[in-house]
């Protein structure tokens, strides 16, 4: 059972290229989330999505793009890529947006330069 | 927005010690999750807390749901060398635009010395 399984793992980008990091889960999950993770502010959610069909900006969405393709794929488009937007990429899903806990994939290192 | 601080940011102790992390928060919270990042991997949730004063335990592990609602606790009795990693504590708040949506703390660096 893979769980949320994230691709790629690690990326380099140059300064105004594009790029989509894609997610999909096997645990008929309806929500899915996007979050980043800087050294020392630990992980802020960029995107959700609480059901197919649906998504909703988080903290810090400016940047960044969504689809949820459907119940399994929820990908992270970054249209111009800054360096400011380096970081590691998170993402997870829950039964549910409520009370439910969350899992999460191993991340995709991404760098900007 | 919401706000989590986490303590201690790090801590170093000896394998068989007791170790002790909290987190609080600026609004009441519904649900407390502590969960465990390997370098390398994605967060794995150790324990979760629904209710109000509720205490769970997972192995070694125990966690508290503070009654005021705003806080709680992870104990990790007689460390081991595996119990290296970073723990964040996450809430979700009762109400509001943050409904069931996560907020995470800045997480506790834990180093065990053989």
């Known amino acids: 059972n893979a769980g949320v399984t994230q691709t790629p793992k690690f990326q380099v980008l140059k300064t105004g290229q594009s790029m989509t990091l894609q997610c999909a889960q096997d645990?008929?999950?309806?929500?899915m989330y996007w979050y980043r993770q800087d050294p020392g502010m630990g992980l802020r959610l960029i995107y959700y999505?609480?059901?197919?069909?649906?998504?909703d900006k988080g903290e810090v969405p400016n940047g960044y793009n969504v689809s949820r393709l459907n119940k399994r794929e929820f990908s992270l488009r970054l249209e111009s890529a800054a360096p400011s937007q380096t970081s590691v990429y998170f993402c997870?899903?829950?039964?549910?947006?409520?009370?439910?806990?969350?899992?999460f994939g191993d991340g995709t290192r991404l760098s900007i330069l | 927005g919401q706000q989590l601080n986490q303590s201690p940011q790090s801590m170093f102790i000896q394998e068989g010690e007791d170790v002790s992390m909290n987190c609080t928060s600026s609004?009441?919270?519904?649900?407390w999750l502590w969960y465990k990042q390997d370098p390398g991997e994605g967060p794995v949730l150790l324990i979760a807390?629904?209710?109000?004063?509720e205490l769970t335990s997972n192995g070694r592990l125990t966690a508290q749901f503070g009654i005021t609602r705003k806080d709680s606790f992870l104990n990790i009795s007689a460390s081991i060398p595996s119990d290296v990693g970073i723990y964040f504590c996450?809430?979700?708040?009762?109400?509001?635009?943050?409904?069931?949506?996560?907020?995470f703390g800045q997480g506790t660096i834990l180093t065990v010395h053989p």
């Open positions: 997870a899903s829950s039964e549910a947006l409520q009370w439910r806990p969350q899992h």
């Open positions: 645990m008929n999950h309806n929500s």
């Open positions: 999505s609480a059901s197919e069909g649906t998504t």
């Open positions: 609004s009441i919270f519904n649900t």
């Open positions: 807390l629904y209710k109000a004063g």
């Open positions: 996450a809430g979700s708040a009762a109400g509001g635009t943050s409904y069931g949506k996560l907020t």
